[in-house]
């Protein structure tokens, strides 16, 4: 299984990005999938997430901002962010499970993409 993110990059503060996460290496079907980010110094932490029930989870940091979906025709998950600032920098990653739905944590998760960076500046 592979999970590979794409989308990443520089913008300044308001901008937006969207990030792509593909599973390119296998036909396995997650349950649940999201993103999570870490900063230098920083806790890792989650973002946002969506289950196959339609169940989403948003970090309360992010709410209103970011959109995650998914497209399962094409076996990709999406992080659309928009109103960017600079506490937003962080390398970003996706993560999934087919073991189950629970969305809510990062220890929900067993499998792991490398991460694609962003960078917001003021």
């Known amino acids: 299984v592979q999970l590979v993110e794409s989308g990443g990059g520089s913008v300044q503060a308001g901008g937006s990005l969207r990030l792509s996460c593909e599973n390119s290496?296998?036909?396995?079907?997650?349950?649940?999938m999201g993103w999570y980010r870490q900063a230098p110094g920083k806790e890792r932490e989650l973002v946002a997430a969506l289950n196959s029930d339609g169940n989403t989870y948003y970090a309360e940091s992010v709410k209103g901002r970011f959109t995650i979906s998914r497209d399962n025709g094409k076996n990709t998950l999406y992080l659309q962010m928009n109103s960017l600032n600079p506490e937003d920098t962080a390398m970003y990653s996706c993560a999934a499970r087919a073991d189950g739905k629970a969305i809510a944590t990062i220890l929900n998760y067993n499998t792991w993409g490398q991460g694609t960076q962003v960078t917001v500046s003021s």
């Open positions: 290496g296998s036909s396995l079907d997650f349950s649940a």
